[in-house]
């Protein structure tokens, strides 16, 4: 009975998966501002993929890396500092799972951003 127990023992320590696996939603353009106007999404702005890993401290929106993100409890976030007069950042909404990026050229005095409603995937 003691090596019944020791055996169930190991194999529940060492059989549960200890590492975290990326979080894949499909995200879908809903709006954009182009110089702080309204504007309709580009026409390959829907399916794109966001994938993301807080242990593994992984953010990639349509297969590009996005910096090091915050993680917190309702937002994934990073902002950049201000870089030859250009900003921008990225923010994924963890409740509403709406995903935003946003760049501020100030030398140029251009706003842009475009707003995604992303969506769990289903399957691998």
Do not use: H
């Amino acid at each position: 009975m003691k090596k019944l127990f020791l055996l169930t023992l190991t194999l529940f320590l060492f059989g549960c998966d200890l590492i975290e696996q990326d979080t894949r939603l499909i995200c879908d353009c809903m709006y954009a501002y182009y110089d702080r106007e309204k504007a309709d999404c580009l026409d390959n702005s829907n399916n794109k993929s966001l994938v993301f890993n807080e242990l593994a401290n992984k953010f990639l929106f349509d297969g590009v890396l996005k910096g090091q993100m915050e993680f917190e409890k309702d937002e994934i976030k990073y902002e950049s500092g201000s870089f030859l007069d250009l900003w921008y950042s990225f923010k994924l909404d963890r409740t509403n799972l709406v995903y935003s990026e946003m760049s501020v050229n100030n030398e140029l005095e251009t706003e842009n951003s475009t707003y995604y409603q992303c969506r769990l995937t289903d399957g691998v």
